[in-house]
């Protein structure tokens, strides 16, 4: 049976800039760059009718795209390192998406995630590394930034259960709403017609 997870794709200029990160640490197995994402929601092993449901029901997400910037590193499991992220820059945006995938995810059932959502890229899993190393991996490139992506879907992925995760296929995605143009024009002239009548 498959793993399922929601999650945002990384886009490849994106993916370029987090393999620079890769190297440097004994004992990291480093994901594959085409296996790069960012979970939103793990549901695990689900039966059939119940990757039915959260996909129905993923269907009625109406979401705006938006911008989003890998930011920083960082590592899971502090006295035992398990594995090395890349980090992202604070998105309302973001936050609101997953905690709508998570409201729907309770609503058929599933039980709560209870890890605080924090949105990372894995890098690397880590296999009895010196947490020395660790520290002077991660204070090495703390200051690591990528340039902004726009985030124009999301999807729902399974894995196999398979060493250090992946491949993962895209099951179902589901698009995010464009921004229209014409109503933020509108809004411009409206707003300096407004300041034209107030002088």
């Known amino acids: 049976m498959p793993r399922l997870f929601t999650a945002l794709e990384i886009p490849r200029d994106a993916a370029l800039s987090l393999s620079l990160l890769r190297g440097g640490l004994p004992g990291a197995r480093w994901i594959d760059v085409e296996n790069y994402h960012l979970t939103l929601r793990f549901m695990g092993d689900v ?50 998406l997953q905690g709508e995938i998570e409201r729907i995810c309770q609503r058929l059932g599933l039980p709560a995630d209870p890890r605080k959502f924090t949105p990372h890229v894995t890098l690397a899993r880590l296999r009895n590394a010196n947490p020395a190393d660790v520290a002077a991996y991660l204070s090495a490139r703390g200051n690591f930034a990528a340039m902004p992506f726009k985030v124009g879907r999301f999807v729902l992925m399974s894995s196999r259960d398979s060493i250090g995760g992946g491949p993962y296929i895209v099951e179902e995605a589901w698009p995010l709403l464009q921004a229209e143009p014409s109503r933020a024009a509108n809004f411009a002239t409206s707003a300096s017609d407004a300041s034209r009548i107030m002088r």
């Open 47 to 96: 039966e059939g009718h119940v990757a039915d449901e959260i996909a129905n029901a993923l269907d009625r997400v109406r979401r705006p795209s938006f911008q989003l910037t890998l930011s920083g590193v960082g590592a899971f499991g502090q006295k035992k390192p398990h594995s090395i992220w890349a980090g992202v820059a604070a998105s309302p945006d973001l936050n609101a």
